[in-house]
């Protein structure tokens, strides 16, 4: 009985789907001659588009679209540490990654769930080698990100660190590289770049990759790879995840130049 | 008499929020340029997220928030077995103000989610909701995300849960012998409005100068808060005076005018919106 | 949120020193109750009980609603209370305080799973339509023995509690206004009164005599922040013990606790029977109840 | 004497009504009024009092909170102790501070080693809305004790302000009422804490009921004592 | 300002025998990149025969942290006699969006006679001070110092309400009632 | 059309109050509208979190609790109204860095229960002993579905009313400080409504101060 928010019943479920016997059970369409459901190639990355500054009340921030994904993230600080965690010459980044409850199919929960917390812990980690911490002592940057659709939860993942990284960026917060992620997911025979639809895409045997990576200095901060796949096709899919992650690191190039530009 | 030591404007806002806010009312304009009836630019639209029933994105000014709609099923409450359920609440998380801290809903969330309540029962159908009395209904979860909270959310959050209503679309539902509720594949149902009803809201700054649609800087400055609910046929729905300062009913029917002129203005933004679907 | 300080060690000394003459700061002797006044009404299940200075609201309702899916025709019966800054400045809204606790545990224990209240007799339609009875429980003055103060009001409550009328002929159920039929008393096993003591250990721990003479019943505010241990006699009218909890401090032999249950059936007798006569005289005169009685508004 | 009832926010009006009170005093507002710009309007509610000639203006009204004024005497009790200072309780907002050195003949070596839960009577040196609080032990014109310091055994109630005054003033009814049956010591602050210490222990518990139950009653105070004596 | 002469983080800028490293850039193996989204500024160096330094600005104003040495703009919350509890709002000129907090301790206050100093003769909460950070201090405030003339209280108000003007470097007066209270002034500059 | 208890459509219930009902809080008021009754009490001015502290005024914590089931997003709205009276009425600058919880408890609910909630809060904070600038008194009033304005409705009137109205008043300059009107109302009644309120507080602003005569001779002041 969560008594901060205007009640509803205890229980509601989504309605079976009307099964008449005449169309059979919607199934992914299968691929036809190399081609996805989107009409994309395996290898094709899905239009990105990167606004910052979209939140005047942050310091930074960005707001990205990946095809249908779309993902809000804002940067408060550095400011003071609120809770008393005792002295530290180096700066922390705190991060709360949240789907919106219409965000996926079916409606999630208010609180946060295990797998925002997980996701929250990743971001975390895959920002922290590119921040120059030792800059921010007794401070902490908070990354707020919050998932408006959810088109793939991999690429949801991806979007999210670009935004972050984009956004800290935004916020003026120093660091030695922007971080751009790109995710992908598995088909049997070849990967394909940027995991497409449905959330959950890890079916039975199907895998998905998240890489997050420096572009200029070239170092992988963070990969999260679930599934089981062979080793060449695993090496093949990093590669194919570094090209997407030089196009994204492009983009948010641009956009930051184009913000900041036009804040003269 | 000014002080001897010069701040920059940008200090001198914050250290001194209301001598500064004081100055520029004294010459009739507000710090961000608008005129004291002036609302700020209001963009909306709607039926831009794919995965819920209905969905909206409105933007007053900076202030932005998303509404969502999904629809579930549930059995209707035993006092009342032939009405569906309307949930709304709005999310007022660290991510759209640093005023907010993470965790469940502040105080001002949820006034303004009992609030887009009290409303919701002058212009939903509840009896339409309903798919089998005492056994199956809908239950429309509305849920409104702030992005970036620049006063005034109210006003906001309405028109995006009205255009959102108006842009939602739920399958066909019926319920069969053993008791489970199937739904057709089309999203064709709509989810019919009575009326529209938009919020207007006011503040006055020491009394005396009227102000709409407050910002965020300026909010914590005015000593009241007025917001008017009115619909296409010039009713009333609500009208709620907050903050410990005093107002005349002069005022408080000037706030209601404005609010008639500010109707029409978005009514037409609400038309246009679900028109380009 | 003011903290709440310790006693000054004037209190204490003079509250022992008096201990050991058997008497009590407030003028009481030991096992002397403080004055009860119970005010029932108007609406039905309306009950505000006094005990000394500490004062408890408490307000019995009934709701219809579907029985658990294992229970399928049995009632449901709810208990809450909640601290809030009335009835002290030191409690907060939101965490509940350590004392809340306490207090929330003894009165489940003493009333809810005594099964005090008989759930069968809730049931309106097997398996689709029972009442579901709940009292909420609102302290609004903290002079100590939240726990005797607070059972009491929660039984005035239930006692002068009625639920509308209800007919069931085959599927259909109409459940009748208070004006049309009279509505009906809760059906109740037993009447549990709950006792509370405090014993002091006399400070000299090296003679340790018995502390039978530092015993003293219905602490007060002062008496339950210097107690070295308390303990809760929970008796019903049938003369049998429904609970007892001595949660830690100082240890008491056995022949104490036993003398203790004496005391607290002997008292728990008096205070049913003062019970059973403010709700008599009241419901005679309790108007039906402005729709708020049976808590049917939604 | 003016007295009628007043609610917060009713203004009230302070000039001079005869020739033979000079206007040029100043005019002194106690308790419960404020002056807002031009006039003088009352902030709490109760009755409204005057001494025309000394042009003193005030509103007679009870509290339980208390706010600490200078010169008051007070009950606290010693909540914290630190090298050179301790912190005490004495029923506001915030804590006071009571200096090591501020007791009678205290020097650097000799100071008065008070326990931590140790009640005090002290006066109120310094009370601002801005600052801490501070008490200290000894009358500042002639550094003298004069019943200030540390409060030893004994008993401590609380009650409303309104009665702590009425028991400062001289001849307090219910005092003199008790002062015939028992012998009592009695240290009253203006913070609604009144300590007591009579020869036994039935007498002060008779001496605290006593005063506890005397809130209200002005004439009967004689009855309320005797009753008190039967029950002992 | 084409926004092709800003850099954003990690963009190479040079190779280290080239510049020197000013703000908003870092070094590493050898390669100057830059640090913060900015325009590239190049300075040459004062005194010939060294090298220039290469330099990242930021447009819109850097939100900086407050530093030991740096002067910071504050509003005086709490008062006890052993510091004064200030919300550091500016650092240098700019403002900064969240306030970080800081204490003036008995002993920092000013530089003669520092044991004789009773602080509620120099500050009173809602004062306006300027201060200087003199070490990082605890995990929950930054230790300030007004120990200089140009530092102490900028602004304050009577118990009247009223602004008041300092009249000498501890007192100031208010405008309406010419009532004087004490304060630690800072020099008007 | 007279109403269900006889009462005429301007005449309000009989009024009671207690005060310093509660021995623990620095203030306590019972007040009633008939057998509408809400106990507020007020602890103030005490310590303040550091949270919650503010350097230049006292910061006002209000707290609603409904009689039955645990307060949810309702009670909190209530509270903001609570929260309203407050700050229009306490002079919160006197006591900087301070606490004043005022606490609602509704003790039973016949009809305009909010209004004797904000009347409750007003007197507890004077019976507080806390300075205050004024004493609003609010009056709730329901829109028959014929069209009718009722003062001071029953919970029956208020359940089948077309619309529901509450306004608070200032004792001094008679002018609103507090509104919450619901419904469906056009501006002229939404005017009739604010009228007939304010002819309702000015009586209960009268109540408030025979309350007070009565409290100060109980307590022995009118000597």
Redesign the interface.
Known sequence: ?????????E?????????DDA?PGVVAPPLQAGKRAGGRRPEDMRPIFLRTG??????G?AYIEMG?T?V?C?V??????KK?????EQGRLYC?F?F??????K?RN?QRDSQEKEFSQVIVQALTP?I?LE?????VV?I???V????GTASCLAAAITAASTAL??????????VAAASLAYQQRRPEGDAPTGENTREAGAADLVLAQ????GDVTHLLHRGPVDWAQMSRAVEQCIDVCAKIHAV??HS???H??A?? | MTSPYAFSAETFKRVQPSEYYRKFLEQDVRPDGRAFSQFRKTILNAG?????NG?AVVRIG?T?V?C???A????P?LDQPAAG?F???V?L??????KFR?G??GDLA?VV??RL?KLSEEYIAFEELCIEPEQAAW?V?A?L?C????GNVLDACQLALLAALKNARL?E?QIGEDG??????AFTRAITIKRPILAATFGLYEGRSLLADPN?SEEPLLDSLVTVCVDDAEHLHAVWKSNGGRCSLEQLQRCVELARIRFTELSALLESSAADQ | MPKEFEPSISEREFVQAALLEGKRVDGRTPYDVRAIEIHLGPEYGAAEVTLGKTRVAARASATVVRPFPDRPNEGQFMLNLELSPMASATFETGRASEEEVLVTRVLEKAIRQSRAVDTESLCILAGEKVWSVRVDVHVLDHHGNLIDCATMAVVAALLHFRRPDVTVIGEDVTIHTLEERNPVPLALHHIPICISFAFFEDGQPANHSCPCDRLVMDPSRLEERLQDGDMTVTVNTHRELCALSKAGGSPLPPDQVMRCVQLAATKGAEITNLIRKAVQDTTSRTRPGGGGGIGLDR | MTRRVVLPGETVDVSVTSEDIDATQPVRLGPGLRQAEAEVCAVRGGQLQAQPEARRWWIESNKKRYVPALGEPVVGQVISRHAEEYKVDIGGAHSAVLQAMAFEGATKKNRPNIKVGALIYARVSLADKDMEPELECLNPTTGRSEGYGELKDGFMITCSLGHCRRLLRPGAAILRALGQHVPFELAVGMNGRVWLRADSVPHTILTANAITRSEGIYHACRRLVKQLLQQI | ????A?V?????LGREHQYRTGP?T?V?NSVI?A????TREIHSAAEEGELPTISVT???E??T?PQVDSIVTGKVLRVNPRFATVAIMAVGPTAC?????GIIRVQDVRATEKDKVKIYHCFRPGDVVRAQVIS?G???SYYLSTAQNELGVIFARSVAGVPMIPISWQEMQCTKTKTVELRKCAKPM | MPRKDGRTTTQMRAMSATQGALERADGSVRFGFGDTQTMCAVNGPVEARLREEQLDRATVEAVYRPIIG????RA?EIEAAVQTVAEASLLAGLHPRTLVQVTAQCMSDAGSSVAATLNATAMALMDAGLPLRAVPAAVACAISPEGEVLVDPTAEEEQCARSQHVFAFDNTSQEMVFCASTGKFTAEELAACHDLCRAGAAKVHAFYRVALERKLAEEGIVA
């Open positions: 009985m969560d008594r901060r928010r205007v009640q509803g019943p229980t509601s479920v989504v309605p079976f789907p009307l099964l169309a979209l939140i005047s009340q942050a310091s921030s249908r779309k809000a804002a408060y600080g550095p400011r003071q540490i008393q965690q005792g002295f530290s709360e949240k919106a409850t219409f965000a996926c199919k409606r208010h590119s120059r800059k921010l002592p007794k401070s908070d707020y990100v919050t408006v659709e959810n088109d960026a935004d916020a003026g917060v120093e660091m030695i590289d922007l420096m572009p200029s200095l948010m190039v930051l130049r184009e900041s530009a804040e003269q | 831009c997220i794919s995965t819920a969905s900076d932005t998303v969502g709609i999904k579930e099923v549930a059995e409450t359920y949930v709304p609440n999310e998380g660290p991510l759209c103000s640093a993470p469940p809903p949820q989610s009992e309540r239950v979860y849920d995300v992005l970036n909270h620049d399958p539902a489970i509720v199937r739904a057709g594949e965020a | 300002m084409s926004s092709s800003i954003t983080p990690g963009q190479r908003g870092y590493r990149h640090s913060i989204v900015g930021r447009g819109r850097q939100t942290l969006r969240d306030e970080f907090q990082l605890d995990a929950r | 645990l307060p949810g997003v909190k």
